[in-house]
């Protein structure tokens, strides 16, 4: 049996399954998010791993003889510092906090973005880690000075757990002191913060194991024999994992309330021009990451704010009966936008409404933009030289047959559901397996437990009339994009 563990945000939720990807049991322990300031998003570190143990201890009451490992998956970006004496120094700085914007402003302006990516693969964002670092350094300095050991969140629960300093690619990519390419701590970054090298944890790559279970966890648990641990990797690439994102130009698009595009490459995909992010994979691979900010969002603030929360299964079958050639568009940008546009001023727009116009045809358009809007990542993914065919559909989006017959129109591709819905804790427990010989690869464990669901294939003639809706849909943002900086 293998324990997957997902450190998220707002939940610790663990889970125990067989090597076939059955899942036996999961446990969620929740702990709250500190918000001191406007802007500021932070957490306590040991009460992460309080409620690990409480939930581990939980988890596996009645199985401890049959537990062979154990892998992680964590909340990405997040500072958390130690001192000589392995104590806190402060509480954990989220990847949500948004305290950091000048030391962006500086990496990104003054430093300038080409010496940001050729250092590390990727720009300056207020969610990063190394912005936080210089944060700190700042406006904390007597916390900077105490500094010896610069962890993640799940790299603090191992360390907790094993004694063990370690971190991996994947996860360490989303800190801007890591070189993605090179996978290697970048010696510009290192030298810009400020800290010793030996600050920084060794760093592996998600499928290996690091150890095992220190006696005392082992004790509190009352394991009887020794347990591996795999050090398992960030949440977006361990969460693909969980959904058989593995092989190269497999792509997941995740209709949550933001919209993220994971595409896995086999080899290291910068991009220079819109800025997507590009990681390292759990599978030793990489990632292509593209997040719009307000998919699900946008038709959450619609029914609540408009509709005054209609059924959705209700609205999805009053919109699928409404004419998709109508000339009515909206853009998706409620809280301003990442990918493409990078964008932060940018706000909502529908264009184009008449007398003749409804609440559901205003809601048609909404999710059409929305799909619009993840095309225009698409687009750009797709002059990166990948290569799009299929599309992995995940998230409260996923269940509407409307939306992913919508997506597959628009995009053109094959559109397939997961059977999987346990995210990223099913992926840990995958990478657990792995790192126990169960599977000699990844992709070997993926292909043997990963299961689908429903197929949508694109309709020739729905394709064109959305081609030609999509090019007048690409023509609004850059018209009224200077409105939203006046």
């Not at 964590?74 to 402060?90: A, C, N």
């Not at 116009?357 to 909404?366: A, E, F, G, I, P």
């Not at 409260?396 to 559901?417: E, H, R």
């Amino acid at each position: 049996m293998y324990v997957g563990i997902d450190l998220g945000t707002s939940s610790v939720k663990l889970i125990l399954a067989d090597r076939s990807g059955e899942i036996h049991k999961s446990v969620v322990k929740k702990y709250p998010v500190l918000m001191k300031k406007e802007s500021w998003s932070e957490q306590d570190p040991d009460e992460w791993y309080r409620q690990t143990l409480i939930g581990l201890k939980e988890l596996i009451a009645g199985e401890q003889d049959a537990i062979r490992g154990i892998s992680f998956s964590g909340q990405m970006h997040g500072l958390t510092l130690l001192d000589e004496d392995d104590k806190l120094i402060r509480n954990a700085i989220l990847w949500n906090d948004q305290r950091a914007t000048e030391e962006v402003d500086y990496l990104n302006n003054t430093l300038g973005m080409d010496f940001i990516m050729n250092s590390t693969g990727n720009i300056a964002l207020t969610g990063l880690t190394l912005p936080k670092l210089l944060w700190v350094k700042k406006h904390e300095p007597e916390n900077f000075a105490r500094i010896k050991k610069v962890l993640l969140p799940k790299d603090y629960l191992i360390y907790k757990l094993t004694n063990r300093f370690v971190s991996d690619a994947s996860d360490s990519s989303g800190t801007l002191y890591y070189d993605v390419e090179k996978r290697r701590y970048s010696p510009t970054m290192l030298d810009l913060i400020g800290l010793d090298s030996s600050c920084f944890p060794e760093v592996y790559e998600s499928y290996q194991p690091i150890g095992n279970l220190s006696n005392e966890a082992k004790a509190y648990l009352k394991l009887s024999h020794d347990v591996k641990v795999i050090v398992g990797g960030g949440d977006q690439a361990v969460g693909a994992v969980g959904l058989g994102i593995v092989q190269n130009n497999d792509v997941n698009i995740s209709l949550g309330t933001s919209g993220v595009i994971l595409v896995s490459t086999d080899h290291f995909t910068p991009d220079r021009q819109s800025h997507f992010q590009s990681y390292a994979h759990a599978n030793g691979k990489y990632l292509v990451m593209a997040v719009m900010l307000s998919a699900g969002g946008s038709l959450e603030w619609f029914n609540s704010q408009i509709l005054g929360n209609e059924n959705y299964g209700t609205l999805f079958d009053k919109v699928k009966k409404i004419d998709p050639e109508q000339e009515l568009f909206f853009l998706p940008y409620l809280m301003g936008e990442r990918a493409p546009i990078n964008d932060p001023s940018a706000k909502g727009v529908f264009f184009g409404i008449s007398m003749k116009h409804t609440k559901y045809d205003l809601l048609r358009s909404l999710i059409e933009g929305v799909t619009f809007a993840l095309m225009d990542s698409m687009v750009l993914i797709r002059k990166l030289g990948i290569s799009v065919e299929k599309i992995k559909i995940t998230g409260g989006g996923a269940k509407s047959d409307f939306w992913c017959q919508l997506i597959s129109d628009v995009m053109d591709v094959t559109v397939v559901t997961s059977q999987h819905d346990e995210g990223a804790a099913f992926g840990a427990a995958i990478l657990a397996m792995v790192g126990c010989g169960e599977y000699q690869t990844v992709e070997n464990a993926c292909s043997s437990i990963i299961q689908y669901g429903k197929e949508f294939y694109p309709q020739i003639e729905m394709h064109q009339k959305y081609a030609k809706k999509y090019q007048k849909f690409t023509q609004i943002y850059p018209t009224v994009k200077n409105l939203f900086h006046s």
